[in-house]
């Protein structure tokens, strides 16, 4: 019973600190990432909390020209498709995929040295959040069923405008 409390508690602190990113992780503004709860769920230093600022926009900044070329790249493939849709895209599709593959392999190297930061206690601590992260699918389907109940402040709400026209957590898939 005392592991299903504790896992309930991490879960919920999880949640709170996913629930209050904004689109697509962002923050409330678009490049600005809170980091209060997370600082907090860690128990981070300033001095660490500044060194990971400083590897997230070496990595914005390394990442970049590579995501610019996957949306020239994107423009280009929807462009061809729109005037022959029977073009052969392949070569577009795999420099796609390839540049696809060099930003996974930019953030893997950058996570890499993020977790060298960290304490052996905070990598615990950072690992109990990944497995709530794990678990946010079913949370997000247990809140759509009414099971729990979403966090505080939740972005849209569950159950708010979206939920109701079948596009909140929890919807059937579109088909």
């Known amino acids: 019973m005392k592991s299903v409390t504790v896992s309930f508690a991490v879960l919920l602190a999880a949640a709170v600190v996913f629930a209050q990113q904004g689109p697509f992780g962002g923050g409330p503004r678009m490049g600005v990432v809170q980091t209060d709860q997370v600082k907090a769920f860690l128990n981070l230093s300033d001095q660490q909390l500044k060194d990971l600022t400083s590897l997230q926009s070496s990595f914005r900044d390394a990442a970049r020209p590579l995501m610019q070329q996957i949306r020239e790249k994107g423009q280009t493939l929807r462009q061809t498709l729109q005037q022959d849709p029977n073009a052969d895209v392949t070569q577009l599709k795999a420099d796609m995929t390839s540049l696809q593959s060099q930003v996974k392999d930019l953030r893997a190297q950058h996570r890499s040295q993020s977790l060298e930061i960290l304490t ?23 809140i759509g069923l009414n099971l729990l109940e979403g966090p505080e402040g939740f972005p849209g709400g569950f159950g708010g405008p979206e939920f109701f026209r079948g596009h909140g957590p929890g ?3 579109k088909q």
Do not use: F, N
């Open 120 to 142: 052996d206690e905070q990598k615990t601590s950072l690992a109990s959040l990944q497995k709530v992260l794990d678990l946010m699918p079913t949370v997000h389907q247990a």
């Open 171 to 173: 919807a059937p898939p």
